[in-house]
């Protein structure tokens, strides 16, 4: 893939959003990279099919893994509630 200088700019600008690790990107950052990608990419050589898959795999992978990580903190939060009540209630 080839980078313009339209892209080198824009990533030259400061980046005020800027993340602490890999683990603080969310489902909009991975459909922003991927619409870059797909934007970026040679139309007379597209990105390979199986590549796509396996990376739409991924993001419902992560998507699940986020919905049950949420769920479980929930849970949690719900049974520490309950312990305490039990504990005052005794």
Do not use: H
Not at 9 to 26: K, Q
Not at 45 to 64: I, V
Not at 68 to 77: E, P, R, V
């Amino acid at each position: 893939m080839t980078v313009t200088s339209a892209t080198t700019a824009s990533s030259a600008a400061p980046n005020t959003n800027r993340r602490s690790s890999l683990s603080d990107l969310n489902s909009a950052d991975f459909l922003k990279l991927m619409m870059t990608q797909l934007q970026q990419q040679d139309p007379t050589a597209p990105t390979d099919q199986k590549e796509m898959l396996a990376q739409m795999a991924q993001f419902s992978s992560l998507s699940a893994t986020t919905g049950m990580a949420d769920t479980l903190k929930a849970i949690s939060t719900k049974l520490d509630t309950l312990i305490s009540v039990q504990k005052t209630a005794s």
